[in-house]
């Protein structure tokens, strides 16, 4: 819009606000620079204030300070009531002058005030004293005022102490002369009160030496009148130290894989005596430490002790879990105190091992734009030979960078607005006969500005059996040969003063290039509305000199000095400076400075601080009984200097004079106690050259520096000879390692501890695993170097006046030109005191950066194929059989011997078997004795002639269809005529002309051979595979593999018994499926028993395999064991644990208690106390214990004690808070909560809350209560007399309330009531289930003749669903109802027969004699159940149907014999021919889809028409799973269950290279380090999390919806234990990696306590083709 005419407004613009400012205030020491005492003043800065108040109080420093409000200790309280007056704040010292001071001031311009304070001082004639002033304005508000305590000295004090001792140096503040005869003087802080009179004064060299007195003190040093203090604090030495080297074998594991961990310990102290300024390592023989084992999530699987041995040394070894999570395990090593601690890690993955490693290198020449370099991968077995002809795909990625030429510390060398870089190219080709491919990259063209380019090269070399190994290198390119360099000493510059510019020009290797033409360009930078405008005010070219810092110095040149740059306006700036080498290449440097539109008074220094003292050593390395000689350069002269040297205190301390323009040279004999590492301090001080004026000041100076002396301790160190008996050795031959152990003088070390390790090196590849030195570990001198001595100086408030600590407060033009009040960014100016102004520009406001305007170039990248080769031909087979060793055993670890002795003569040799693996192994040896260490490394190869390498898959599902790759390498420089043979077991299905090939190997080389087979049997897969050659070389390998259930599998089973007394059969109808299943999978079941307890067998597996890591889980788990552990001993159940483990599990719970309950008394959701008490879990735990007391001396159980009183400890005090905190207000679930708790309170021993749960009910009533609250009340009031009418109203509700039929009965609950929140029962693991377990378990306590208990029971088995109820809170409850049941109403001793027929074909029987709990098991194949006994035992059927039973088989259950009750159970498993499941959505909608990760290759992965997919062999797969939600979910696990064609690629393996990155989710996160939810979450620790997953944010505080996920085999998992409602997207990476046709079964998502609250896709199906 356009204004139709100009306007014109009027507006006015206030003046600034008037207020004072100080240049400092606080605690202030000024040196008098003059005799004159008229110059001795305090200034301030007047801002349009023309009256000034100024108090001047005089004060004595060592009676007075402590007491002042300056001290920070003060103890009198400031009070605000009243009129403003210097005596509230100003508590010490005595008025002596208090006046009103006129100033003439400028409008709105800062005007220096300066304030005489001479004869407030103590001694003016001898100008030194202590002035308070107290400073207040006319218009200033009721806070604001400015006070300081100004002293005023000639001498100054540096102190330094360790642990015992204190070292003053009192010398003179104008030149640094030593003060003689200078006494001290301490008082501690808290009391006020003077320590012990220190009767030392200084000596001629200004030294005071005395014990160390007391910590938080404050010291007053005076000399004459004179007087200063200092505070110095306690000394660090750090000692004792523990230091420990703990090492596992390999760093990386599966599940199931044995952990060895072996570990040295040393304890690092101070010596005794004479040695006392000496660390000294000990071994702490005997120390007992406790081993807790943790995976990823904080779990505990694993504890031990272990004990250290006379050398100080132990070692461990344990199993992982098969279900453990993957991630980072750790195992904690500390003593009970926790005075020792250590951790040791290690990684927990599933993986396959590589078989051969590659590496990627490129030239080392520097590397330039507008020029070339060459990248070469090499790849090569571990076992021997080059990957020749294997495929190379390179992919190239060039990215914007910061490089600075090392040696100009403080100088810029790149541009403020660096351009975005990004570019990529790829290669493919194949690797020569050396296993090389040489790639060429091109570098061309520049961005605008120049910048430096990372270029990292990525190769990922593929075998013929389709493994993948990632490697990659990186570089930087340079813009041009030459950069520049900019320094500013300040990026604010007062308008009309020099701008203090130097410039400096290197080579990209550092070296310092002289007579370089640099052009300098500054413009200034004007913020216009949406862009800033830049304007050209200065151009030169310059010509760089050659020049140094100093003739004898031979570091760097500290740049040269542009002179003559003076801007006259204030604003924003921009320097650039440019250069271009001998082929025009630019290359630039800028930097942004302001400059100040203010005048003012000339600048003084900035305030003195102790300056950084250089120190340069002669030597980085001495030995014993050498010299060392430190140069001392002070950045002042004349000066005088002190040195301290120390190790775990001071050692020695001298003083020494360095003249003008001289240095100083300090030599220290290096004596055999300093190994390894003594440390020199050095202060000097001095004055500055004094500033020209009206009259010169003196200015004082100082200066510290200190440096490390570090000694050779190979005096320490044992020369460590490992000689393996051979180099290379066949796999799983017997061999030997000898080790030698010898000192520093080459003689035998005896009884020397040594470790032998003996480990895969493709194993390590994968993680890059290595074992550190022992020597490094104790004897770093960074543990050597742990004292700190206290330093205190009185110089530390020394002040010269600098318009630098000046903040005001403003006004300042906005853009549009209007003014507008605003404040500073610097600090408050004014105040109460104690506090430093800020820094702000009086100026113009800082613009923002600009963003560059011009496109940018981006490095482009042309990659050349330097060479290409190809395969040869598959053969036939043969079948000839020849045997052949097998080999088997692919352990990953050799040997592990932790504490073998060496001889007499040093020496001590191990004997081992290798195992079957084909790979290099790395043999490490690491030895000790005493303080002394060593460590060798050697390698072992295991290889034969002729290879035989099968790559399997790692796993299948039934029904699929593979082909198994397998390489045929030979190592022999002859041409081999191989017979290849193939045999599996049952589980798999391949060709007969498959079995078998005839294969023409040229010398050296290598093929590969293919092998179809199908999965027809579900179970483990045994393959295995033989090679013999014509001259009598072989070689054999067996693979195991797991086939899953197919995806479709389902299973049903009913239930059914026979009375007591009663002689009866039971006919069952059995539909045959005929060819709509598969005949070789599932069959019929039947299961006979005389107990219900035997019905109850696929819960009590529910609860024992439920892989939940929860406490509600394990506490379900021992309840379980312990409701049926009388009758459990005789189940004859398939995967039933034994005896011994059940116990275990039982007394591993109650172990764990201790462990997993809070300090309140309660437990949480999660092992490990990550979270927070929950209050059902902590009443879940409880009940569990009142079960296992029950039965805890009969069975053994160790039940503890401290546990069960925390608990009712936290029943009394928390728990009512705890259900706040889980948000339980519904009245209705809170009384249940509450009278559950009192529940268990009586059953544990308390009667505390029961007459609390008595009080609900009389209040509520039957009718205000859920029938859970019902059950547990019924059983509180059980017994007891007060709650008779209670009890009995109680069952009278209850028989109104049963929904019952002829034959069952359950209760109606009211939870379905709309006024009830779910979350709500959630909370408290609400089921209808549930509630009619709890009633059933308390009528058969309180009225076990009921006759509604037999109907309730029979209702209860009748909701069965696959055998078991949903969750595992419905069938804990359940069982123990059930448990009692048997146990009160199946008394009578069983005398029966139970006999089986399908048809007319006889099954089998089984006799129950007396009281038993045997389980009779029959089992018909599904073949028998489709096909009569005379059709094709493999189950193929005929068109024709011969041998085709009939359309429906009776099966007949006969009881013979009145005794007992007979129960049965009909099982049937069988998994249809159509694989296909359609999605499902119960709570969760679950989809997938699959992608080809691959931009320049989206065609890879295809979807075919019938919703199958189509992929290319070695194509990157991306996998997207989608789950939604509409409602918040508690406890949710997202699993997708992989394609037995992939493999996942797994971030956390080095070899994996790169993740693809994610078009479709820019905004996915890669990996979140250590956090769950919030960026923290259960644990605060450091699960780490892969980048192969990605997750969307849902929220901003928050970038993943899941806890906790794991990358297995056959699977991924995402864990949430709180899932907001919406949308949460994962995506994860595969390779396509092996060839065939594959099921995949559906991405399942599931609410662990309500799996009916679940989700899946459909299954698909997969065909990886070449």
């Known amino acids: 819009q356009h204004l139709a005419q100009e306007a014109v407004f009027e507006f006015n613009v206030l003046a600034a606000k008037a207020k004072l400012y100080p240049f400092q205030q606080g605690f202030l020491t000024l040196y008098p620079t003059s005799d004159d005492p008229a110059l001795l003043t305090y200034s301030v800065v007047s801002v349009n204030v023309k009256k000034i108040r100024v108090v001047l109080f005089q004060a004595d420093l060592e009676r007075d300070y402590i007491d002042s409000s300056f001290s920070g200790r003060s103890r009198h309280q400031i009070s605000h009531d009243g009129p403003k007056t210097p005596e509230k704040y100003i508590k010490v010292g005595k008025v002596v002058k208090d006046y009103w001071l006129e100033v003439d001031v400028p409008l709105d311009q800062p005007t220096e005030v300066k304030i005489p304070i001479a004869e407030a001082l103590e001694f003016p004639d001898e100008l030194i004293g202590n002035v308070i002033v107290w400073i207040d304005w006319e218009g200033s508000s009721e806070y604001e005022h400015i006070s300081s305590w100004i002293q005023v000295t000639k001498i100054a004090a540096t102190a330094t102490g360790d642990t015992d001792q204190t070292f003053v140096w009192v010398h003179n503040l104008k030149d640094g002369k030593p003060v003689q005869n200078a006494s001290i003087t301490t008082y501690a802080y808290a009391t006020k009160k003077k320590n012990s009179e220190i009767a030392q004064v200084s000596d001629e060299e200004g030294l005071i030496h005395y014990n160390k007195i007391a910590a938080d003190s404050i010291s007053f040093v005076r000399k004459g009148n004179d007087c200063v203090f200092f505070s110095i604090y306690d000394a660090y030495d750090g000692l004792p130290q523990n230091l420990a080297l703990i090492f596992n074998d390999r760093g990386l594991y599966k599940p199931k894989e044995t952990v060895s961990i072996k570990g040295w310990v040393r304890r690092l102290s101070k010596g005794i005596g004479a040695s006392r300024p000496f660390p000294q390592l000990s071994s702490p023989k005997g120390l007992v430490l406790d081993a807790k084992v943790n995976d990823g999530r904080y779990i505990e699987f694993h504890s031990t002790k272990v004990t250290l041995s006379e050398n100080g040394s132990f070692s461990l070894q344990f199993d992982l879990p098969d279900n453990v999570n993957l991630g980072n395990g750790f195992v904690t090593f500390a003593t009970a105190d926790h005075s020792f601690s250590f951790t040791n890690q290690f990684k927990i993955q599933e993986f396959r091992t590589p078989e051969f490693n590659s590496s990627v290198s490129a030239s080392v020449d520097p590397k330039i734009t507008e020029s070339s370099t060459i990248v070469t991968a090499s790849a090569k077995y571990y076992a021997g030979g080059a990957l020749d002809g294997a495929q190379a795909n390179w992919n190239i990625n060039a990215e914007g960078s910061y490089f600075s030429p090392s040696g100009y510390p403080g100088f810029t060398f790149s541009s403020s607005n660096q351009p975005s870089i990004n570019s990529s190219a790829s290669l493919s080709g194949r690797t020569d006969a050396d296993g090389e491919h040489k790639a060429k990259i091109n570098f061309f063209g520049q961005s605008t500005p120049p910048r430096p380019v990372t270029v990292t090269a990525t190769c990922n070399i593929i075998d013929l059996n389709n493994q993948q190994i990632s490697s990659s290198t990186s570089f930087v390119v340079h813009p041009s040969r030459l950069y520049v360099g900019v320094h500013l000493d300040s990026t604010f510059v007062i308008e009309g003063q020099q701008l203090p510019l130097s410039v400096v020009v290197s080579d990209v290797e550092g070296k310092p290039q002289f007579n370089s033409k640099i052009e300098l360009e500054i413009f200034q930078l004007i913020q216009k509305r949406k862009s800033v405008q830049r304007k050209s005010v200065y151009q030169k070219e310059i010509i760089v000199p050659e020049f140094h810092a100093d003739a004898d110095d031979d570091s760097k040149p500290l740049g040269h000095r542009i002179e003559g740059i003076v801007l006259e306006t204030g604003g924003s700036f921009e320097l650039i400076a440019k250069i271009r080498d001998e082929k025009s290449l630019l290359n630039q440097a800028s930097k942004t400075f302001w400059v100040s539109g203010v005048v003012s008074t000339p600048r003084g220094p900035p305030q003195v601080h102790t300056q950084n003292l250089e120190l340069i050593l002669d030597k980085t390395l001495y030995e014993v009984d050498q010299t060392a000689k430190i140069f001392v350069q002070p950045p002042f002269t004349p000066c005088q200097g002190v040195w301290s040297l120390y190790s775990a205190s001071f050692i020695e301390r001298h003083s020494f004079t360095i003249a003008e323009n001289s240095t100083h040279v300090i030599e220290v004999p290096i004596l055999k106690e300093y190994s390894p590492v003594v440390r020199i301090s050095v202060d000097v001080v001095g004055s500055q050259p004094p500033l020209k004026g009206p009259q010169e000041l003196v200015i004082p100076a100082s200066a510290h520096g200190v440096a490390s002396i570090e000694i050779s301790a190979v005096r320490n160190k044992l020369k460590v000879i490992s000689v393996p008996e051979s180099t290379k050795v066949q796999p799983g031959a017997e061999t030997s390692v000898s080790i030698t152990v010898r000192d520093f003088e080459d003689k035998p070390v005896a009884d020397s501890e040594v470790t032998l390790i003996v480990v895969d090196e493709a194993v390590l590849s994968l993680t890059g695993h290595s074992i550190g030195d022992p020597f490094d570990t104790f004897l770093s001198r960074m543990s050597f170097q742990s004292f700190n001595p206290s330093r205190a100086d009185s110089r530390g408030s020394l002040f010269v006046l600098s318009w630098d600590q000046i903040a005001l407060e403003r006004e300042e033009v906005a853009s549009d030109g209007l003014r507008s009040r605003s404040r500073s960014a610097g600090g408050r100016g004014g105040g109460r005191g104690g506090g430093r102004g800020g820094f702000s520009s009086l100026g113009k406001s800082a613009t923002k950066k600009r963003k560059s305007s011009s496109s940018n170039e981006s490095m482009m990248m042309m990659m050349d194929d330097c060479?290409?080769?190809?395969?040869?031909?598959?053969?036939?087979?043969?079948?000839?059989?020849?045997?052949?060793?097998?080999?088997?055993?692919?352990?990953?670890?050799?040997?592990?011997?932790?504490?073998?002795?060496?001889?007499?003569?040093?020496?001590?040799?191990?004997?081992?078997?290798?195992?079957?693996?084909?790979?290099?192994?790395?043999?490490?040896?690491?030895?000790?004795?005493?303080?002394?260490?060593?460590?060798?490394?050697?390698?072992?190869?295991?290889?034969?002639?002729?290879m035989i390498r099968p790559s399997a898959p790692r796993f299948l599902n039934f029904a699929d269809k593979a082909f198994i790759s397998v390489v045929l390498q030979s190592q022999t420089e002859k041409e081999l005529q191989v017979k290849v043979g193939f045999r599996t077991n049952s589980n798999l299905q391949t060709q007969q002309n498959h079995r078998g090939f005839l294969v023409n190997l040229p010398p050296l080389k290598r093929t590969s051979l293919l092998f179809p087979v199908e999965a027809v049997e579900v179970g483990t897969a045994r393959c295995q595979w033989a090679a013999s050659s014509s001259i009598g070389f072989s070689d054999a390998a067996e693979v195991k593999f797991p086939i899953w259930t197919p995806c479709t599998s389902e299973a049903f089973a009913t239930y059914g018994e026979i009375d007591d007394g009663e002689t009866k059969a039971i006919i069952q109808p059995v539909l045959n499926p005929k060819d709509k299943v598969f005949a070789q999978f599932g069959g019929l079941e039947v299961n006979l028993s005389s107990t219900t307890l035997s019905s109850l067998t696929d819960c009590f597996l529910y609860l024992w395999e439920c892989s939940f890591d929860m406490v509600e889980s394990a506490a379900s788990r021992a309840l379980s064991i312990v409701a049926l552990q009388d009758v459990l001993k005789s189940f004859n159940v398939k995967?039933?644990?034994?005896?011994?483990?059940?116990?275990?599990?039982?007394?591993?719970?109650?172990?764990?208690?201790?462990?997993?309950?809070?300090?309140?008394?309660?437990?949480?959701?999660?092992?490990?106390?990550?979270?927070?008490?929950?209050?059902?879990?902590?009443?879940?735990?409880?009940?569990?214990?009142?079960?296992?007391?029950?039965?805890?001396?009969?069975?053994?159980?160790?039940?503890?004690?401290?546990?069960?009183?925390?608990?009712?400890?936290?029943?009394?005090?928390?728990?009512?808070?705890?259900?706040?905190?889980?948000?339980?207000?519904?009245?209705?679930?809170?009384?249940?909560?509450?009278?559950?708790?009192?529940?268990?309170?009586?059953?544990?021993?308390?009667?505390?809350?029961?007459?609390?749960?008595?009080?609900?009910?009389?209040?509520?009533?039957?009718?205000?209560?859920?029938?859970?609250?019902?059950?547990?009340?019924?059983?509180?009031?059980?017994?007891?007399?007060?709650?008779?009418?209670?009890?009995?109203?109680?069952?009278?509700?209850?028989?109104?309330?049963?929904?019952?039929?002829?034959?069952?009965?359950?209760?109606?609950?009211?939870?379905?009531?709309?006024?009830?929140?779910?979350?709500?029962?959630?909370?408290?693991?609400?089921?209808?289930?549930?509630?009619?377990?709890?009633?059933?378990?308390?009528?058969?306590?309180t009225d076990p003749k009921n006759p509604l208990i037999t109907k309730i029971v029979k209702g209860l088995l009748a909701h069965k669903k696959k055998g078991k109820w949903h969750n595992s809170q419905e069938n804990i409850f359940i069982l123990l109802a059930l448990d009692r049941f048997f146990r009160v109403l199946e008394s009578t001793p069983p005398d029966f027969s139970g006999k089986l027929w399908l048809d007319d074909l006889y099954l089998g029987d089984h006799s129950f004699k007396g009281f038993s709990t045997d389980v009779a098991k029959f089992f018909v194949p599904m073949q028998h159940v489709v096909y009569s006994s005379s059709s094709s035992s493999d189950g193929s059927s005929s068109s024709s149907g011969e041998g085709?039973?009939?359309?429906?088989?009776?099966?007949?259950?006969?009881?013979?014999?009145?005794?007992?009750?007979?129960?049965?159970?009909?099982?049937?498993?069988?998994?249809?021919?159509?694989?296909?499941?359609?999605?499902?959505?119960?709570?969760?909608?679950?989809?997938?889809?699959?992608?080809?990760?691959?931009?320049?290759?989206?065609?890879?992965?295809?979807?075919?028409?019938?919703?199958?997919?189509?992929?290319?062999?070695?194509?990157?797969?991306?996998?997207?799973?989608?789950?939604?939600?509409?409602?918040?979910?508690?406890?949710?696990?997202?699993?997708?269950?992989?394609?037995?064609?992939?493999?996942?690629?797994?971030?956390?393996?080095?070899?994996?290279?790169?993740?693809?990155?994610?078009?479709?989710?820019?905004?996915?996160?890669?990996?979140?380090?250590?956090?769950?939810?919030?960026?923290?979450?259960?644990?605060?620790?450091?699960?780490?999390?892969?980048?192969?997953?990605?997750?969307?944010?849902?929220?901003?505080?928050?970038?993943?919806?899941?806890?906790?996920?794991?990358?297995?085999?056959?699977?991924?998992?995402?864990?949430?234990?709180?899932?907001?409602?919406?949308?949460?997207?994962?995506?994860?990476?595969?390779?396509?990696?092996?060839?065939?046709?594959?099921?995949?079964?559906?991405?399942?998502?599931e609410e662990v306590y309500s799996p009916e609250v679940f989700g899946r896709s459909e299954s698909t199906f997969i065909e990886i083709v070449n």
Not at 1176 to 1203: C, H, W
Not at 1521 to 1540: M, W
């Open 1135 to 1341: 995967k039933l644990p034994s005896n011994q483990r059940m116990f275990e599990m039982v007394q591993n719970f109650l172990d764990n208690l201790s462990k997993w309950q809070y300090p309140n008394g309660g437990f949480g959701y999660y092992p490990g106390r990550n979270s927070q008490s929950r209050s059902y879990v902590s009443t879940f735990v409880g009940f569990t214990l009142s079960r296992v007391i029950a039965k805890a001396e009969a069975n053994g159980y160790s039940v503890p004690k401290d546990v069960v009183s925390k608990l009712l400890g936290y029943f009394a005090n928390s728990y009512e808070n705890d259900l706040n905190l889980d948000h339980i207000t519904t009245p209705i679930i809170r009384d249940q909560c509450l009278i559950f708790a009192a529940y268990v309170q009586n059953e544990l021993g308390s009667s505390a809350g029961v007459e609390k749960a008595a009080r609900i009910y009389r209040e509520r009533k039957n009718e205000g209560l859920s029938m859970e609250s019902l059950g547990w009340l019924l059983q509180t009031f059980h017994g007891k007399d007060a709650y008779k009418e209670d009890s009995a109203s109680i069952v009278r509700f209850l028989a109104n309330r049963v929904n019952e039929t002829a034959e069952t009965a359950n209760f109606i609950t009211s939870f379905s009531d709309a006024k009830l929140a779910s979350s709500a029962q959630i909370l408290v693991l609400h089921s209808d289930r549930k509630t009619d377990g709890i009633l059933l378990d308390a009528l058969l306590v």
């Open 867 to 946: 060479d290409d080769e190809d395969d040869g031909d598959r053969c036939c087979d043969d079948d000839e059989k020849t045997e052949i060793a097998i080999r088997s055993n692919f352990n990953p670890l050799a040997v592990f011997s932790p504490d073998a002795k060496t001889d007499a003569e040093g020496k001590v040799t191990i004997n081992f078997k290798m195992p079957d693996n084909l790979t290099s192994y790395r043999v490490w040896t690491i030895t000790a004795k005493g303080n002394l260490f060593g460590r060798h490394e050697t390698s072992i190869s295991a290889q034969l002639p002729l």
């Open 1444 to 1645: 085709q039973a009939p359309d429906v088989r009776n099966l007949v259950v006969f009881k013979d014999g009145n005794a007992g009750r007979l129960y049965y159970r009909l099982g049937l498993t069988y998994a249809p021919r159509d694989l296909k499941l359609k999605a499902m959505s119960n709570g969760f909608v679950v989809e997938r889809t699959f992608k080809s990760a691959d931009p320049k290759d989206p065609d890879a992965v295809q979807r075919q028409p019938d919703g199958s997919w189509k992929i290319k062999k070695n194509a990157t797969v991306s996998v997207k799973l989608t789950l939604s939600n509409s409602s918040r979910r508690y406890h949710a696990a997202l699993i997708d269950k992989i394609a037995g064609g992939f493999e996942v690629m797994n971030p956390a393996l080095s070899i994996t290279g790169p993740l693809p990155k994610s078009e479709e989710e820019p905004q996915a996160v890669e990996p979140v380090r250590g956090g769950f939810r919030g960026r923290g979450g259960y644990g605060g620790g450091s699960q780490p999390s892969y980048p192969a997953f990605r997750s969307i944010r849902y929220c901003i505080w928050n970038p993943r919806w899941y806890e906790h996920q794991n990358l297995r085999d056959e699977r991924v998992e995402a864990f949430a234990s709180y899932l907001y409602e919406g949308v949460h997207k994962y995506e994860y990476f595969c390779r396509a990696t092996t060839l065939g046709q594959f099921h995949v079964p559906p991405a399942t998502a």
